[in-house]
T-cell receptor, first 113, second 114 residues
Framework: AQSVAQPEDQVNVAEGNPLTVKCTYS??????LFWYVQYPNRGLQFLLK??????LVKGSYGFEAEFNKSQTSFHLKKPSALVSDSALYFC???????????FGTGTRLQVFP | NAGVTQTPKFQVLKTGQSMTLQCAQD?????MYWYRQDPGMGLRLIYY???????DKGEVPNGYNVSRLNKREFSLRLESAAPSQTSVYFC?????????????FGPGTRLTVT
């Protein structure tokens, strides 16, 4: 069965420092992996995805994520955090033979000035 | 291009009442989805529709019904609301075509059942 785990409920980082939000997954075969961001009282917004190709994926707002097949991880990163990055971040996985996304429980990112 | 729209934005129901949540997308997407979001549980799939005329159960379908009215519209109905259905409901759509597999979400409906 497909699953995705976000081991941290909250990540705190100072503005200007690098940030990492962790995600690990379990899926049969090759996965499609996604990161979404949710700002307060809003729907989810797509940030980036890994389908195939380069393991380092670049997305919106300066975010990037590294696909690591051996560790079954897809961590979200940004070199320099902004206060405006504070939001709820969701990792999601989809197997190639299904139309359904499985979401993690979310990680709240708090960037302090 | 409005993307994915949902109505209403907020709703309060009494236990046993019924209501329909409406969703529409103008991106010509084939697939549409209904999720509920609860604290600490992320998003859970209620129902989805891979194409017009088809619907399938997701992870938590009990107490809900759906209708894919046409390619644009996908509604979610609560026949007899229960307090356990208090949640934020999101509709989403996607094109399943090659690498274009991301989902686009509506703004959500916040439902309270008393």
């Amino acid at each position: 069965a497909q699953s995705v785990a976000q081991p941290e409920d909250q990540v705190n980082v100072a503005e200007g420092n690098p940030l990492t939000v962790k995600c690990t997954y379990s899926v049969s075969g090759n996965p499609y992996l996604f990161w979404y961001v949710q700002y307060p009282n809003r729907g989810l917004q797509f940030l980036l995805k890994y389908i195939t190709g380069d393991n380092l994926v670049k997305g919106s707002y300066g975010f990037e994520a590294e696909f690591n097949k051996s560790q079954t991880s897809f961590h979200l990163k940004k070199p320099s955090a902004l206060v405006s990055d504070s939001a709820l971040y969701f990792c999601a996985v989809r197997a190639l033979d299904t139309d359904k996304l499985i979401f993690g429980t979310g990680t709240r990112l708090q960037v302090f000035p | 291009n409005a993307g994915v729209t949902q109505t209403p934005k907020f709703q309060v129901l009494k236990t046993g009442q019924s209501m329909t949540l409406q969703c529409a997308q103008d991106m010509n997407h084939n697939s549409m989805y209904w999720y509920r979001q609860d604290p600490g549980m992320g998003l859970r799939l209620i129902y989805y529709s891979a194409s017009e005329g088809t619907t399938d159960k997701g992870e938590v379908p009990n107490g809900y019904n759906v209708s894919r009215l046409n390619k644009r519209e996908f509604s979610l109905r609560l026949e007899s609301a229960a307090p356990s259905q208090t949640s934020v409901y999101f509709c989403a759509s996607s094109v399943i075509q090659g690498a274009r597999a991301e989902q686009y979400f509506g703004p959500g409906t916040r439902l309270t059942v008393t």
